[in-house]
């Protein structure tokens, strides 16, 4: 039994260190057996739900605790992340001539909050962690209001559906589903420690199935606009991994903050998206989130590797905490 444990947290260990490689995977066998992919499409609300649930079990109400610490510091990071995704998607769609279900699910990729792997990526590039998981758990908790909102108020000429469709929807794929885990860790947190190893195989599976549903189910609109979408979805990741930096910097928060906050913003929940596009608009509308899954997770990698060589204090502030200074 105890070896069977190993290999299975062993599985899950790799299945984290493998991510983004089994994120393309998914998009390949939805590239090349569509049919068979796409008819996962009406089971991602429940798989993105069994992910949301997973990541309230790693959460506890000390998690945060960082509101009441560092109140300034969470207010920026929100502000940052319902602020500089939205808008820029928004303008990049425009500026690629995008329309119709592929501007609305940009715009939803851009409006829902922080991803699911953001907190691994913030760990690995050296970054405040404490704040990064935060900014994850409090965005979550405030899409169900403001994801609406913001798709409403950028996207509503292509809109079939209200405010409150995209509000319950989010409330019973997210909220539900993070609360649950929350309550479930409060109140057996003995035995939720033993399969917290295993979660992050649940989670890149559930992603990695999510993404060659979407995929499979949208093989022909890759086939005419892929590489332009792809592009458009590259610079949207890219604006908010630099703007998030930026804006970090000149709020004056130190250079672990800056890399959260920049991850935070950069690396949407692009399985919500694709969920919400599938409930509520057309499969086209979710490609957006399945290609934002790809790239965002390769692109958060490599911006671990670089930083995570790279001190998070110059060398006259290090000195300076050294003495005390």
Do not use: C
């Not at 962690?129 to 292509?158: E, G, I």
């Amino acid at each position: 039994m105890a070896q069977r444990h190993g290999a299975v947290r062993r599985l899950a260990e790799a299945a984290s260190r493998w991510f983004a490689l089994l994120v393309v995977l998914g998009v390949a066998i939805g590239l090349l057996a569509p049919d068979q992919a796409s008819a996962l499409v009406d089971h991602v609300p429940l798989l993105l739900g069994v992910i949301m649930f997973g990541m309230g079990l790693t959460l506890r109400g000390a998690d945060f605790a960082l509101v009441a610490r560092r109140p300034l510091a969470v207010l920026f990071g929100l502000i940052a992340q319902f602020l500089i995704m939205p808008l820029t998607a928004w303008g990049i769609g425009q500026l690629f001539g995008l329309s119709g279900a592929l501007l609305v699910g940009m715009v939803l990729v851009g409006s829902a909050p922080g991803g699911t792997a953001s907190n691994v990526v913030v760990y690995l590039a050296k970054g405040d962690v404490a704040l990064s998981v935060t900014l994850t758990s409090v965005s979550t908790l405030l899409a169900p209001l403001l994801t609406p909102l913001l798709v409403l108020l950028l996207a509503r000429s292509d809109l079939p559906v209200g405010f409150g469709d995209l509000f319950v929807s989010i409330a019973q794929v997210v909220l539900l589903p993070v609360v649950a885990g929350l309550v479930v860790r409060a109140l057996a947190d003995r035995y939720v420690q033993r399969v917290l190893p295993y979660l992050p195989l649940v989670s890149v599976l559930g992603v990695a199935l999510v993404v060659t549903a979407v995929v499979g189910a949208n093989s022909g609109t890759i086939a005419e606009s892929g590489a332009l979408l792809m592009l458009a979805v590259v610079a949207h990741n890219s604006a908010g991994l630099a703007l998030g930096y930026g804006a970090a910097r000149l709020a004056g928060l130190d250079e672990s903050a800056r890399r959260a906050v920049s991850v935070e913003v950069g690396m949407q929940n692009s399985g919500l998206a694709s969920s919400l596009a599938t409930t509520h608009f057309t499969a086209a509308a979710a490609l957006p989130g399945a290609l934002f899954s790809v790239w965002h997770n390769l692109s958060g990698a490599v911006l671990a590797t670089f930083w995570a060589r790279r001190p998070t204090s110059t060398p006259e502030s290090a000195a300076d905490e050294r003495t005390g200074a």
